[in-house]
């Protein structure tokens, strides 16, 4: 694994990377409450397979700088995705892998004429425009999103935030075991200003920047979903028509990257 730095308008931003330098590359963006840490298990997978993955820390979460501007918004995430592509050398190949936030952000990338990348690929978070039809789902996964009512909280969320981050990974991810991932979050979010900023996200979700996410994909996407996932009810994830990953919590890529490297793989083949 490499370590380096690129830089955006508002902050600089660290990368890891896997794979041969002269691989096509995929860009690979985390979510919450996460680091781009979640990508060690999958991108040795896909960097066999030939693929360079970069992976930078999302805005605010260190090592990355807190950015300038303060924006958190869904159009601030796909700027940044955009901005990638030419910052880590993309080319026509080049694909873009989300989870979590990092999938909502591929998703509206998806729906954007302009977007430079070939494929995109989003992992526990459906288009949330293919959200059609009826489920039982609906009805359940109002308990599942109280956290983003808690986020919404000023100091709330950051006065709490080891103690929120533990539970959501232990909630969405039963049996999981996240000790590493909660420890290396601990490095990435290191204090309330850096709590601050992450579950800024949230936020933002009630303005205008929202916009992007909610538009419909018009580039190839493929969209993975845990079957055991229980941050977002699965019966979405199916109104969406993503394909299930047995096994799988919310955390998919960590719990079975096997079966994520092969699905991934087998669509940008």
């Known amino acids: 694994m490499r370590e380096y730095d690129v830089e955006l308008p508002t902050h600089i931003v660290r990368v890891l990377e896997w794979g041969p330098e002269d691989g096509p590359l995929i860009v690979a963006l985390h979510g919450f409450p996460d680091t781009a840490l979640t990508w060690r298990r999958v991108a040795p997978l896909l960097a066999d397979a030939g693929w360079r993955v970069a992976a930078p820390y999302l805005r605010g979460y260190a090592p990355s700088g807190i950015p300038t501007d303060r924006d958190y918004s869904v159009r601030a995430l796909v700027a940044d995705a955009v901005a990638f592509h030419a910052l ?5 190949r080049t694909v873009l892998l989300g989870h979590d936030w990092g999938a909502i952000t591929t998703n509206a990338v998806a729906a954007d004429p302009a977007s430079p990348y070939a494929k995109h690929v989003a992992l526990a978070v459906p288009p949330l425009s293919a959200m059609h039809g009826w489920d039982p789902a609906l009805l359940r ?6 956290y983003i009512a808690y986020n919404q909280v000023p100091g709330l969320a950051e006065r709490s935030f080891a103690w929120l981050t533990a539970r959501l990974w232990r909630l969405w991810s039963p049996g999981y075991d996240a000790a590493e991932d909660l420890a290396h979050l601990r490095e990435s979010v290191p204090d309330r200003a850096h709590a601050k900023a992450v579950v800024s996200y949230y936020r933002a979700m009630l303005g205008p920047g929202i916009k992007p996410a909610l538009a419909d994909p018009v ?7 845990g079957e055991e996932d229980r941050c977002m009810e699965v019966g979405l994830a199916r109104l969406a028509g993503a394909t299930p990953v047995p096994g799988a ?4 890529q960590l719990e079975r990257p096997e079966a994520v490297a092969e699905k991934v793989i087998g669509f940008l083949a």
């Open 88 to 92: 880590l050398g993309g080319d026509e």
């Open 249 to 252: 919590g919310h955390f998919l």
């Open 219 to 225: 580039h190839p996407l493929l969209v993975l979903h």
């Open 141 to 146: 996964q109002p308990l599942h999103s109280w």
